[in-house]
């Protein structure tokens, strides 16, 4: 007996297994005959078209009387990808359909092992700059694969800002310029925070905004006439 602390795929009745009242359940809810919950059209809407149908009942009744159910389609994780030389990444597939398929084991291979490989759990190892097609293949006999496109290149070194300080008045925004070193390399996001946001914060492209110490003074102004007219009406 399949057993799970989640909600299984198939097992819509809650049983702990796939049945054949979990596919009359599926067929009853497709046509309306009992009303949907969001638990329940997580669990029986296996062939991810965002609803239950027959084609769920069906696939429900096949894996009851063991046929096998092979994969239709897979997700992967991403299509393109990015990774400095020495570094790892890991793939993987997000979702199969059907969701009850019996192997949903992958296997993974690459263009140029020279550049990088990639493992049977999808970890992703890289050698030497350059483009490089990792392909994952279903290896229940459907043949069917996936690509991801990687590219390798130089990590980043340093990395150099147009001005170190700023000022700026209440309400205006400066863009801030870098430079990295080298001029190619990858990976280039960067993570800003400030030391007082209510201040001036740098949002993901590095543009500051000024929100000024006087905005802060009408924000609390606020807030005590809002809380002073609570009061009153109390």
Same mark, same amino acid.
């Given at each position: 007996v399949m057993t799970s602390a989640a909600p299984m795929f198939g097992d819509v009745d809650n049983s702990g297994d796939i049945n054949?009242?979990?596919?009359?359940?599926i067929l009853q809810l497709s046509v309306g005959i009992k009303e949907k919950t969001d638990e329940i059209v997580y669990c029986?809407? $296996?062939?991810?078209?965002?609803? *239950?149908?027959? #084609?769920d009942a069906l696939l429900v009744l096949k894996k009851t009387v063991h046929h096998e159910l092979k994969v239709s389609d897979f997700t992967l994780s991403t299509d393109e990808a990015s990774?400095?030389?020495?570094?790892?990444?890991r793939l993987e597939a997000v979702s199969f359909n059907p969701r009850i398929a019996d192997n949903t084991v992958l296997e993974w291979s690459s263009s140029d092992e020279k550049i990088a490989?990639?493992?049977?759990?999808? +970890? *992703?190892?890289?050698? /030497?700059? &350059?483009?490089?097609?990792?392909? /994952?293949? #279903?290896t229940d006999g459907s043949d069917i694969e996936? #690509?991801?496109?990687?590219?390798? &290149?130089?990590? *980043?070194?340093? *990395? +150099?800002?147009?001005?170190?300080?700023?000022? $700026?008045t209440q309400g205006s925004t400066y863009a801030q310029v870098l430079t990295f070193v080298p001029e190619d390399a990858i990976n280039r996001e960067m993570i800003w925070s400030s030391s007082n946001e209510s201040i001036a914060y740098a949002d993901e492209n590095g543009v500051i905004d000024d929100l000024g110490i006087d905005n802060i003074s009408q924000i609390k102004k606020k807030a005590a006439i809002a809380k002073a007219e609570a009061e009153k009406e109390i």
């Open positions: 054949s009242t979990d596919a009359l359940m029986g809407d $296996l062939d991810i078209s965002g609803d *239950v149908n027959s #084609t990774c400095v030389v020495g570094g790892s990444i490989t990639v493992d049977a759990d999808g +970890k *992703v190892s890289t050698f /030497a700059i &350059g483009n490089v097609t990792l392909t /994952a293949k #279903t996936k #690509t991801v496109n990687l590219t390798v &290149g130089k990590k *980043v070194d340093s *990395v +150099k800002a147009e001005k170190t300080s700023v000022t $700026l």
